[in-house]
């Protein structure tokens, strides 16, 4: 067990040594991950093998590193390829939408009989929020938004993810202009108080997170700008498209900007089982653009060294073309891109064989991967650990480590 | 055709001839003489067979493409077929001959996937069209480029009206365009946008297939009706046209919403249309409908996910091309291998 006296003030309930909560009190990194719900090709997308079996119809382009090549229906990215590391030789455990999502999202760790936290709750434990104050996690989802416990796992329901439905604020959460700032304040007075008569002999993380879903409703509301799609430019919305995932890009843009630790963007319907290829021409445009649109603007607002951005799915798709033209789930041998924070640039690490159906050299799965980029944020999960009521549980799976060549 | 009776020597029964081919192919056809069997594929080539009776021998395939060949037209009056692929490559082949080389090819046709290719009936002139939007008429003979315009949106697919008066175009949201190729302009456009539909975030659909039948009267395009995202799911449907007036004549909707696209659809000299689809292993069918009658007068799932039907010049046989590849969510290997799909041509008789 590491240093269980030394907890720090920062992330109350979590092991640490000193040295590394002084460190992290001062960490202002941020995550942005854009989860594709269900599986992009990585044929059509970061590992390309064109006129091989199973290479589909399209060409591989030449990227703004030399030597790199993807898919052309990432003609944006291929651009941006300079700031962008991919990880060519995934190898996952699940084929299935049940058990993949919460897999991936978690790490993967091992089972010691508890639900681990999705990545977002996971740093919003672990990190808080920047010193901006803003909400730790947000998440910019299409349909219902609100805030949605489910990704904290035992963390406890206060680290779930605020979530804006279609990128739109929480119902209510802007003040109605019939209210003046002191009848407000009088009425959370009023609420202050009840709140604290329910919260005897009651469990506390849910009566903690009853309160902190208010405080952050409050923060909230003194940061209406952010939700003013108005104030967006015409050159922003083309740049990013207008459809869902360009404007929730854009949010995202905007939610980094302000201070928020982590940021989550969903886009759903990635699960191109019947008509692969045309479905890939039609999903990949809509985030090939404002992904590259993204990575420029943050390296351009000097935000991109300080910000990890994080592309993944549930899995990969087979190599294969079933008789509907289309690409089932494979977690063989599949890739995920990343920029930013802690991450080197312009690079490919690992390679799968020629036919792109299993990969070639060392398989890396979603632990190494969590290792990566927990230590890429600052934070070094061989010397954290979390306390879920005195049961020590490490922050990333205990067989893997991070992989080295995608680090600074 | 209306007589019922005599609808029933037009049935498709199978024949035991069978031709295994060890990928996917997306066409097979026969060719004007009926001496040829000639396929497109997943593999960048056009394979050949030689036709005797109801003997069928491999021949060497033309080699050169760089990717898929969806598109394969013959050229009447010549013994040449043009391909194309999905790199933007349009090439002409003399596939009569013991090794075929291109006659010409040009490797920058199209910037991307070229989705169809059509000859005019006179066999002067190839038209072709896909993702780059536009429409480029080529040269048969040599492959000069005679002429270019925009297109407003991907072309998926081409044919000339017999007549060679109009070049028809379908396009990914189910607009059909009659050109003047003349002055490149639009003379009227036809509405087929039930083979498209926007499903949530995926633009699904599109007009996969064009066909006149022999006196131009008539057209027909096939596609699927009320497209899904994900598993692509819908009803393969063609829809028959009065060329004279533009009107709907038939809607042939199959099957349920999960038995996929019509690939094809072709009429039969007697008049009725001729379609087969494919989807998920196992599902999609052959079927006859005359488009006069409100239902098919044939319909078969013995033989699924169907590409392609090409009708034998002597009007009796047919070459069903079917797509083998199973689905399934990651690692299958069979002895240690991982497996691709395949493709069978089964010849059906009437």
């Known amino acids: 067990m590491l240093g269980a006296a030394a907890a720090g003030g920062l992330g109350l309930g979590t092991f640490l040594q000193p040295c590394v909560a002084d460190e992290l009190a001062k960490n202002d990194k941020q995550v942005l991950l854009i989860w594709l719900d269900g599986g992009m090709s990585q044929l059509e997308s970061w590992d390309p093998k064109p006129n091989t079996e199973f290479g589909g119809p399209f060409r591989a382009i030449p990227t703004s590193v030399p030597g790199i090549h993807v898919c052309e229906l990432l003609k944006h990215t291929a651009k941006q390829m300079h700031h962008l590391a991919v990880l060519r030789s995934v190898c996952t455990q699940d084929n299935s939408h049940s058990a993949g999502v919460a897999r991936i999202n978690r790490g993967d760790p091992k089972n010691r009989g508890v639900e681990y936290p999705y990545l977002g709750s996971a740093v919003a434990k672990l990190l808080g929020p920047t010193s901006s104050g803003m909400p730790p996690y947000i998440w910019i989802k299409p349909n219902s938004g609100g805030f949605k416990a489910s990704d904290a796992g035992f963390l406890g329901a206060k680290y779930g993810a605020l979530a804006l439905g279609d990128g739109k604020p929480p119902e209510n959460l802007l003040l109605n202009k019939s209210i003046s700032s002191e009848e407000d304040e009088l009425r959370n007075e009023l609420r202050r108080k009840f709140n604290d008569r329910y919260a005897v002999g009651r469990r506390t993380e849910w009566t903690d997170a009853n309160s902190y879903v208010y405080e952050l409703a409050q923060k909230l509301m003194k940061r209406d700008d952010l939700f003013d799609e108005s104030s967006f430019t015409d050159k922003d919305r083309q740049r990013y498209g207008t459809h869902e995932l360009g404007r929730h890009l854009l949010l995202a843009r905007r939610t980094l900007e302000t201070g928020v630790r982590f940021v989550k963007v969903n886009s759903y319907h990635w699960d191109s089982h019947g008509d692969n290829f045309n479905a890939s021409e039609s999903l990949i445009s809509q985030f090939d653009q404002p992904f590259a649109a993204l990575i420029e603007d943050l390296h351009q607002r000097n935000m991109l060294d300080n910000v990890l951005v994080i592309v993944m799915s549930e899995f990969g798709r087979t190599p294969k073309i079933n008789s509907h033209v289309g690409r089932d789930h494979w977690p063989e041998a599949w890739s995920i891109a990343m920029a930013g924070a802690g991450i080197r640039k312009g690079v490919v690490v690992g390679k799968t064989n020629d036919q792109g159906t299993f990969v070639e050299d060392k398989p890396y799965d979603i632990g190494h991967l969590f290792h990566t980029w927990f230590k890429a944020m600052g934070v070094p999960p061989d010397k954290m650990e979390y306390d879920n009521q005195g049961q020590p549980l490490p922050v990333a799976h205990d067989d893997c480590g991070p992989i080295a060549e995608l680090l600074v | ?350």
């Open chain 2, 1 to 350: 055709m209306d007589d019922t009776t005599s609808l029933s020597e037009f049935e498709p029964k199978p024949t035991k001839q069978v031709i295994e081919y060890e990928r996917q192919l997306f066409q097979a056809r026969f060719s004007p003489c009926g001496k040829f069997l000639i396929a497109s594929g997943y593999d960048a080539t056009i394979q050949r067979w030689a036709v005797s009776g109801n003997e069928t021998k491999r021949l060497s395939p033309c080699l050169g493409h760089h990717a898929w060949v969806p598109c394969l037209a013959f050229i009447p009056t010549t013994e040449r077929i043009v391909s194309a692929d999905s790199w933007g490559q349009i090439a002409v082949w003399q596939y009569a001959d013991e090794t075929p080389a291109p006659v010409w090819k040009n490797d920058a046709a199209h910037d991307g996937w070229v989705r169809a290719v059509a000859v005019s009936p006179d066999g002067q002139r190839i038209a072709s069209g896909g993702n780059d939007r536009m429409l480029r008429i080529w040269s048969a003979a040599d492959g000069k480029l005679i002429k270019e315009w925009p297109h407003p949106e991907k072309i998926f697919s081409l044919c000339f009206h017999p007549s060679g008066s109009s070049l028809v175009s379908g396009d990914l949201k189910g607009v059909i365009r009659d050109w003047d190729i003349d002055t490149a302009t639009v003379r009227r456009e036809l509405d087929a946008r039930v083979l498209y539909q926007l499903d949530k975030i995926q633009e699904c659909g599109g007009v996969r297939h064009l066909s006149f039948n022999h006196d131009g009267k008539r057209l027909a395009c096939a596609g699927q009706k009320t497209p899904g995202g994900g598993f692509s799911t819908g009803f393969p449907c063609v829809l028959v046209f009065d060329w004279d007036d533009g009107q709907l004549l038939r809607e042939m909707q199959m099957g349920k919403n999960d038995d996929g696209f019509a690939y094809d659809a072709i009429f039969h000299p007697a008049g009725f249309v001729m379609a087969t689809s494919c989807a998920f292993p196992g599902k999609g069918f052959v079927w006859c409908w005359t488009p006069q009658s409100e239902k098919p007068f044939f319909e078969s799932t013995s033989i699924p996910n169907g590409r392609s039907l090409s009708l034998h010049p002597d009007g009796r046989r047919i070459a069903l091309l079917v797509s083998k590849s199973a689905n399934g969510n990651g690692r299958v290997l069979v002895q240690g291998v991982y497996q691709g799909g395949s493709a069978q041509i089964h010849i059906l008789e009437f």
